[in-house]
């Protein structure tokens, strides 16, 4: 089912079996997927990683996300574009910008448990037979569930990441994950993006380590990595182009960041990516 609105509006709601898989091919300017794996044992490669997926997990995905299905049993399917919903201009109301999207290299999942499966199947009902209406109420109330459907995503995620409870310092990381996906091309450092927080390094690193998982450099390098890793899969890019959109001016400089972060140097990658094509 599809809502195609008046300025470009879209919204894609479907239950997705193994002949379905040619969405995952389209390419959608602006849009946002999320993908709700209802039964069984599913594979798909994201950005040259293989995730296993069970049922009732989440994933979360945006345009740049490169996906090749591996298996697939049936997933529950929602992708809409920018306007239809702007996670970046209705923050306020869903919180989801550095979670659910726009996260720097993390991808996103979340466990629905069992107390709550009722809940996310009803809302999922509701979205259904609203993709039947008609009238010209139909994309207000089409934007209601899917900012319910956000909103009780970002909660879960939340929770299962051990998010701090400060609103705060939640808010922080979140703003963090979003700046770094807007500049790490051009800022390599933490202290770059404590100053756009308007924090100290320190304090940024602080309010990370309670979360007991990477540091604040680590993401910024992370990201930095999934972009060299993606344009020497996917493109045809000479590496020292490479290097040079990620904000490398030297070559030999990109190559040991690449070489200390993969075990391997950027050509030898690239050879065996296409090798084992």
């Not at 798909?44 to 996300?65: A, P, R, Y």
């Not at 107390?115 to 039947?132: A, G, K, P, R, Y």
């Not at 109330?141 to 299962?160: D, E, G, P, V």
Request: hydrophobic letters at 40%.
């Amino acid at each position: 089912m599809k809502f195609i609105g008046n300025t470009d509006e879209f919204l894609h709601l479907k239950n997705l079996k193994k002949q379905d898989c040619s969405v995952f091919n389209e390419a959608i300017e602006g849009s946002l997927t999320i993908l709700w794996f209802e039964s069984g044992s599913n594979a798909l490669i994201i950005d040259g990683k293989e995730h296993v997926f069970t049922k009732n997990q989440i994933v979360f995905l945006t345009e740049f996300h490169k996906v090749t299905v591996k298996h697939i049993e049936t997933i529950r399917f929602l992708r809409f574009n920018r306007p239809f919903y702007c996670v970046i201009d209705h923050d306020k109301e869903v919180g989801c910008k550095g979670i659910l999207f726009f996260g720097a290299s993390q991808v996103p999942i979340i466990q629905i448990p069992e107390e709550d499966v009722v809940q996310f199947e009803t809302l999922w009902t509701m979205f259904s037979i609203e993709m039947e209406s008609k009238d010209n109420l139909q994309i207000d109330m089409l934007q209601m569930m899917l900012k319910r459907y956000l909103i009780l995503c970002t909660r879960l995620f939340k929770a299962q990441a051990q998010y701090p409870n400060e609103k705060v310092a939640s808010d922080i990381i979140r703003e963090f994950n979003f700046l770094v996906e807007q500049h790490f091309k051009t800022k390599h450092s933490v202290a770059e993006y404590a100053a756009m927080l308007h924090k100290s390094p320190k304090t940024l690193s602080n309010i990370f380590s309670k979360l007991g998982s990477k540091t604040p450099l680590q993401y910024i390098q992370d990201r930095k990595m999934l972009e060299a890793k993606r344009r020497l899969r996917y493109t045809d890019l000479q590496i020292q182009e490479i290097a040079y959109e990620i904000g490398y001016d030297d070559i030999q400089a990109f190559s040991r960041f690449f070489k200390k972060q993969e075990g391997i140097s950027p050509s030898n990658f690239k050879e065996m990516f296409h090798e084992n094509q």
